[in-house]
Each structure stands twice: as C-alpha cells, then as structure tokens.
C-alpha cells in the first residue's frame, strides 16, 4: 500500500518561492503517475501537475505554467514541487496523488501554502 506524506508547506510573500516534497513509501514513486493538486477554501479541488516517469512527460495547469516544476528524486524516494513567483492565489492546501491507471488511488494528507500580499 502505497503512503505519501507531503511536507514544506508555509507561508510566504508573494513573489517568493517554496518547495514542497511528497515522501512515497511501499512504493517507488516512478512506478506510478504522480501528481500535485491544491484546494483553495469554499473551492474544489484541482489539478496542478502530474508526470508520467516512462514518458518523462509533464502536464502543467495553466495558472502555474512557468512558475512550478515537478522533480523527482530517487535518493530519497520523494515527488517535489518547486513553487517560484508566487501568487495570493496560489494558496491552498497542496496535495500529493499517485496512480496506476486513471484512479488517483492514493493520496497525502496535504501540506497548508498560505502566500502573503
């Protein structure tokens, strides 16, 4: 059973940076689809990025098109967002998912990004 635990929230200004990294265990993360999604309050919850590892190919809302980028790192078995040119709008609580096919199965218990005006 796959468990990921996201962490490097906070808080920042806007036009600053933040990093978040999702730990995966019982699992290795590029043996699944994974992705960030964020839920703003009183919104849904939506879509931010996933990659796919064999493809090595990304997809990008487009509200942090140029501004985020999803990495992994094999070391540590973690899923990282790194989060530049910040927005009051990006706030949200971010979360962590992975899947094997087009279920997000799994998910982290989210991380609180609060970015300051």
């Known amino acids: 059973q796959v468990q990921l635990v996201e962490s490097g929230g906070g808080l920042v200004q806007a036009g600053g940076s933040l990093r978040l990294s999702c730990a995966v265990s019982?699992?290795?993360?590029?043996?699944?689809?994974m992705g960030w999604f964020r839920q703003a309050p009183g919104k849904a919850r939506e879509f931010v990025v996933d990659?796919?590892?064999?493809?090595?190919?990304?997809w990008y809302a487009d509200s942090v098109k140029g501004r985020f980028t999803i990495s992994g790192d094999n070391a540590k078995n973690t899923v990282d967002l790194q989060m530049n040119s910040l927005k009051p709008e990006d706030t949200a609580v971010y979360y962590c998912a992975a899947r094997r096919d087009t279920i997000w199965a799994y998910w982290g218990q989210g991380t609180q990004v609060t970015v300051s005006s």
């Open positions: 990659i796919r590892w064999s493809a090595g190919s990304t």
């Open positions: 019982g699992g290795t993360f590029n043996r699944y689809i």
